[in-house]
């Protein structure tokens, strides 16, 4: 229910902001101009589409009902989609955004080597001893905003899962990392994505124009997403 709620408030908010230029009329960029390899490729394949969904759909139910091991059920079905006879494995291997791997496996490698410094719990502690106890729903929804525009939202919640110890601590991570994530052009992945994705279709988006849309956004979703957990929670009272 917030997440639709949000999509709605979401929809409201980016017409209002672009009510009458929601239609491009101008080129965005010389469509004469050369094409290129990555733009040329990235024309729909639909059996690769039907094959890349069917993947997906089995690796859910592989996480959800499976025993075996998620990382290696990834790498098997990674393994079956570079699998092709029509499409040569250099050229799927050259549509991979090895820079963004490389940045989302930093991410990992950096948040695994600040938990190991110990640093993150003797602030939980000084945290607790000044009386903000991330523990408690209000304080776990604050730090979540906040560390997911400064880690991003996967690494936020890897460094606060430990803390979640309440019923309502998971939902709570989950739907603020995810909303929080929109605040600024760091605090998802996806957007970084969708920015690669928008500047080779010659779209330039920087932080500030990414803000203007982002920042009201995720307030109006974080706000619904507050009454729906403070329902929740005084329901399970």
Same mark, same amino acid.
């Given at each position: 229910?917030?997440?639709?709620?949000?999509?709605?408030?979401?929809?409201?908010?980016?017409?209002?902001?672009?009510?009458?230029?929601?239609?491009?009329?101008?080129?965005?960029?010389?469509?004469?101009?050369?094409?290129?390899?990555?733009?040329?490729?990235?024309?729909?394949?639909?059996?690769?589409?039907?094959?890349?969904?069917?993947?997906?759909?089995?690796?859910?139910?592989?996480?959800?009902? =499976?025993?075996?091991?998620?990382?290696? !059920?990834? #790498?098997? @079905?990674? /393994?079956? $989609?570079?699998?092709?006879?029509? *499409?040569? &494995?250099?050229?799927?291997?050259?549509?991979?955004?090895?820079?963004?791997?490389?940045?989302?496996?930093?991410?990992?490698?950096?948040?695994?080597?600040?938990?190991?410094?110990?640093?993150?719990?003797?602030?939980? =502690?000084?945290?607790?001893?000044?009386? !903000?106890? #991330?523990? @408690?729903? /209000?304080? $776990?929804?604050?730090?979540?905003? *906040?560390? &997911?525009?400064?880690?991003?939202?996967?690494?936020?919640?890897?460094?606060?899962?430990?803390?979640?110890?309440?019923?309502?601590?998971?939902?709570?991570?989950?739907?603020?990392?995810?909303?929080?994530?929109?605040?600024?052009?760091?605090?998802?992945?996806?957007?970084?994505?969708?920015?690669?994705?928008?500047?080779?279709?010659?779209?330039?988006?920087?932080?500030?124009?990414?803000?203007?849309?982002?920042?009201?956004?995720?307030?109006?979703?974080?706000?619904?997403?507050?009454?729906?957990?403070?329902?929740?929670?005084?329901?399970?009272?």
């Amino acid at each position: 229910m917030p997440v639709f709620l949000g999509l709605l408030a979401t929809w409201a908010l980016i017409g209002w902001q672009t009510r009458g230029r929601w239609v491009q009329v101008e080129p965005m960029h010389d469509r004469d101009a050369p094409r290129t390899e990555r733009e040329v490729n990235a024309e729909l394949d639909f059996w690769q589409s039907i094959k890349g969904a069917i993947a997906a759909g089995a690796l859910l139910l592989a996480f959800l009902f =499976a025993p075996w091991p998620r990382e290696h !059920v990834a #790498l098997v @079905a990674a /393994g079956l $989609l570079l699998m092709s006879r029509r *499409l040569h &494995s250099s050229r799927m291997l050259g549509l991979v955004d090895w820079e963004l791997l490389v940045l989302f496996s930093g991410l990992f490698v950096v948040n695994d080597a600040m938990q190991r410094t110990g640093i993150p719990a003797e602030i939980i =502690a000084d945290l607790a001893a000044w009386g !903000v106890d #991330l523990r @408690a729903l /209000g304080p $776990l929804f604050i730090a979540t905003l *906040l560390l &997911s525009n400064v880690v991003s939202n996967v690494p936020a919640v890897m460094l606060l899962l430990p803390l979640a110890n309440q019923a309502m601590s998971g939902p709570v991570l989950a739907l603020v990392s995810t909303l929080a994530g929109n605040f600024l052009v760091v605090g998802s992945i996806a957007n970084l994505i969708v920015v690669g994705a928008a500047a080779r279709q010659g779209v330039r988006i920087d932080w500030r124009r990414h803000a203007r849309t982002g920042v009201p956004v995720t307030l109006a979703s974080l706000a619904i997403c507050a009454v729906y957990l403070w329902l929740r929670v005084h329901a399970l009272r």
